[in-house]
């Protein structure tokens, strides 16, 4: 509703501007003697009302204003309604009908525009689940597989051979765990539609979290951190934003070739946390930078063997954190660090603290 | 006469293979499983064998887990650890909250779900005989509790707390083994909840960590469940 009123009263000043524009120049004009191109001046004003409101009737309303003003003040006879003057007869009616083709122009656009966009969301949709269902497979084929081979022949094989089927069921089906637990948190933002539920959560309490599962999936890797001194409270998803960084420690972890340092550094910039994370590995591809957020999926899937099951997650981990950043009105970004290595960032806006405790 | 030594745990889950799998775990640890699928048949079996320990599944088809639950908690103390699944913290909390003692999230290893129910034993039967003596202590890994002192100490170093991380650690640690959601800290710590409790809470916890020299993601003494809860680690 109140969106609402707030259109009107933009769409009127809109409309005010324009014509006070077109009259002071009007006015300019009269005074220096070429009045002959006024009505073209109000013509054009009516032209770009309806352009820049929404619908016909502001555009009809000052075509309207327009036609009186002109007939009134600027065409002879000079201040006196005259429609028996034929051109101003015309001029009328060449103003209305530009009011009302191109507001009938605009709103198709706009309403063009608008399908367009819903189809395109349609469209990475239907993308995201193919690419997704595709990469199920992989994994899944491989627990089928094993599990029947235990099943129906496991005399057959060596302590060390079942050892190692059964490896394969508990690394594949992780990756599975890992796939669905991405996938929820997506349909978390969804489910919304409107607005994702912000809890202040304290950044110390965030990161220990974070990290408490990364150190159980992955107990070799040591992660650096560089964390503010003070208290910082953000409000946040708490469990999404747990994910995003979560996927860029794994996404370092999985492709970052040769990395010998992982960094995990918060900094305060400002009214914003900026979180970071770093490696020292290969780096990212100058093609594959530019769309690694989004439709990167088809990318990754064309260039990685698919039989490395270890390459499949990286395309969703990192669209999905771009969807959990967005949700939350920040922004992520990704680039190469000159001293080698890849940096992803995402920002946060923080909550003002207030000296209570 | 050696079955009779036997924990007993009451399995509710209707899902066939999940259930399967689980019982063959504690099986082959030395529990006896009894199984149910329904939230009735689970009613029964509870009354029936008195179980030291139930595993309830949230999900269930007849009736909410948490109906049986709060029935359960009416008139019986005995531990209940819940299954659920992550993105449902919400579920988690409620079921905290109606007197489950504990949770694990789906999907979960054996050694995970053992530990638990292990601690989870150990820490009702503890907590049972203990009650708050004069005098008492309280000691896990290096962390040392005089309670009546309000003293705090790792290592045998003392670690200066202000009144409420006291409270907090205090109460965590009386309550050993017990994921505590923040509703029910700040209660017992506060006495009320208000706008901000919980970031007042996050804070403290924050401030106890680093006091306590603990590296974020370490979880030496006290575990950090994001958006449901703490719990003091019992070994």
Redesign the interface.
Known sequence: MKKKRHDIWKNISVMAVVFLVASGSSIILQKTGVHEHITAIFIFAVFLTSILTDGYIYGIISALVGTLAVNYAYTYPFYALDFKFQSNLISAVVMMSIAVLTGMLTTQVKAHEAIKAESEKERMRANLLRAVSHDIRTPLTTIYGASTTLLESGDNYTEEQKKKILKGIQED?DWL?RMV?NL??IT?IDEGRIKIIK??????????????K??KRYPQQE?S?E?PEN?V?IPMD??LI?QVIFNLLENAVLHAEGMTKLVLKVFVLGKQVVFEVSDNGCGIEKERLSGIFNGSYHLFEGRTPSSDSKKHNSGIGLSVCQTIVKAHGGAITAENNPAGGAVFRFSLNVEEMNE?? | MKVNNKYKILLVEDENNISTLIMTMLESSGYQVIQARTCAMAKTLFVSYCPDLVLLDLGLPDMDGMTFLEDVRKDSLTPIIVLSARTNEKDKVLALDAGANDYVTKPFGAAELLARIRSTLRNYSHSAESGKLPGGKFTVQDLEILYDARQVFIKGKEIKLTQTEYNIVALLSEHCGKMMTYSAIIKGVWGYPDEGSVKKLQVNMANIRKKFGVKPGEATYITNELGVGYRMNSD
């Open positions: 089906s765990m637990e929820l948190s978390r809890t202040p959560t304290v950044l110390d309490e965030l990161i220990d979290s974070v990290m408490l990364f150190h992660v951190l964390l208290i409270v708490a469990i747990e209570s405790e």
